[in-house]
Every structure is written in structure tokens, then in C-alpha cells.
T-cell receptor, first 114, second 114 residues
Framework: DADVTQTPRNRITKTGKRIMLECSQT?????MYWYRQDPGLGLRLIYYSFDVKDINKGEISDGYSVSRQAQAKFSLSLESAIPNQTALYFCATSVGQGSTDTQYFGPGTRLTVL | AQSVTQLGSHVSVSEGALVLLRCNYSSSVPPYLFWYVQYPNQGLQLLLKYTSAATLVKGINGFEAEFKKSETSFHLTKPSAHMSDAAEYFCAVTSYNQGGKLIFGQGTELSVKP
């Protein structure tokens, strides 16, 4: 079984809808991250969480919110989806020992907003 | 602020040829540098990382990278390309004061011709 899972893997939705993307991990890591990937732009950090009570905005948090329901679960919500939020979304985890930690990525969720 | 620039959004090599993917960084403090690889329809996985120890870093699948402070570079090389190396490669930077947050480059797609 994969260590970092994301659901759904693909989602098509309409403008204005509320969408939740879920991430679960079995690695026992403290830190979790949400990124979006756009062609030609690489990955950009949306939100990150160092533990259940510590959530921080990343580079591009506008239009998104997150919830860290447990150490193993970190959800990303789009309150009112818009077409320019069409992207590939990745969840990642790291053990939390420091800045040189390796991040482990899930398989991604491809979101299309019509 | 930190940043990463990957020169060349697409690189094509023949099987058995040298692979060279370029990464230049900007950082006002000593950087930690990473190369991640993304195979089609998968999440990212770590190839190698520089954490201020040896400047020549060896990674998985025969890849290596050399940290050159004077050139602010961290180019990725492999002596002999294999068909299975076809993927997208991302360079990323962080530092001790970034709490593990990564700044990614735009990515370089590597094609390997038979």
C-alpha cells in the first residue's frame, strides 16, 4: 500500500462549487504539505502543517483552506472553485527533523474547474 | 528570498548519452538543494540532496550533482542515459530558516531517444 494517498485522483467540477481534496499518510510523519503544479511553473506551496495544531499559509493560499484532522490526515478545500484553480495537486509529508528532510509525495489529484 | 531557475524546459538526449540538467539558485543564506524526479502519472520522488556536507552528491539511478557556490549552481548529471530516465526533473531550494519549505524550479522534461 502507498505511504501517501490522495483522494480523489481525478475530479471535474464547476465554477463556484466547494471541493475537498484529501490526503492520508501511514508514514507517521509530523509535517504535511499541499502543493499545486502548473505547466511551466513547477510546484508552488499552498499550505503546510507541522503538527495537528500548527497550520501555515504558503506561497499561494488565497482561495484555499485546509484542515489537519489528525496526524495522518490533511485536507485541502477550495471554497468556491474557479477555472484558474485547474491544476495538479500534490500532498507531501516529511518526518519533521529539520530543513533537510526529504518530502514524500502522494500520486496527485488532477482537478479541472469548468 | 530564495529562487531556483532551471535552464531548459525540455532536454532530449540519445540513449547512452550524457544527461545534464541545469539548476541555478539564489539564496542569501547557505542553501540546501534537492533534485526530485516525477515519472508520468506519479508523484515526485527524491533523487538526491545537498545538505552542506560533500559538494558532490550521489543519488539514485546513477545520478549525481555538484554544488558550486561560486556559480550558484547545482546541475544534475548522469553519464549514460537510459530509456527509463524519461521523466520531469525538479530542482528545489530551502535553508535552515525556512522550516523545510521548498522552493521549486519550473521543471525540465527529459526525453530519451532510442
Amino acid at each position: 500500500d502507498a505511504d501517501v494517498t490522495q483522494t480523489p485522483r481525478n475530479r471535474i467540477t464547476k465554477t463556484g462549487k466547494r471541493i475537498m481534496l484529501e490526503c492520508s499518510q501511514t508514514k507517521g510523519h509530523d509535517r504535511m504539505y499541499w502543493y499545486r503544479q502548473d505547466p511551466g511553473l513547477g510546484l508552488r506551496l499552498i499550505y503546510y502543517s507541522f503538527d495537528v495544531k500548527d497550520i501555515n499559509k504558503g506561497e499561494i493560499s488565497d482561495g484555499y483552506s485546509v484542515s489537519r484532522q489528525a496526524q495522518a490526515k490533511f485536507s485541502l478545500s477550495l471554497e468556491s472553485a474557479i477555472p484558474n484553480q485547474t491544476a495538479l495537486y500534490f500532498c507531501a509529508t516529511s518526518v519533521g527533523q529539520g530543513s533537510t528532510d526529504t518530502q514524500y509525495f502522494g500520486p496527485g489529484t488532477r482537478l479541472t474547474v469548468l | 528570498a530564495q529562487s531556483v531557475t532551471q535552464l531548459g524546459s525540455h532536454v532530449s538526449v540519445s540513449e547512452g548519452a550524457l544527461v545534464l540538467l541545469r539548476c541555478n539558485y539564489s539564496s542569501s543564506v547557505p542553501p540546501y538543494l534537492f533534485w526530485y524526479v516525477q515519472y508520468p502519472n506519479q508523484g515526485l520522488q527524491l533523487l538526491l540532496k545537498y545538505t552542506s556536507a560533500a559538494t558532490l552528491v550521489k543519488g539514485i539511478n546513477g545520478f549525481e550533482a555538484e554544488f558550486k557556490k561560486s556559480e550558484t549552481s547545482f546541475h544534475l548529471t548522469k553519464p549514460s542515459a537510459h530509456m527509463s530516465d524519461a521523466a520531469e526533473y525538479f530542482c528545489a531550494v530551502t535553508s535552515y530558516n525556512q522550516g523545510g519549505k521548498l522552493i521549486f524550479g519550473q521543471g525540465t522534461e527529459l526525453s530519451v531517444k532510442p
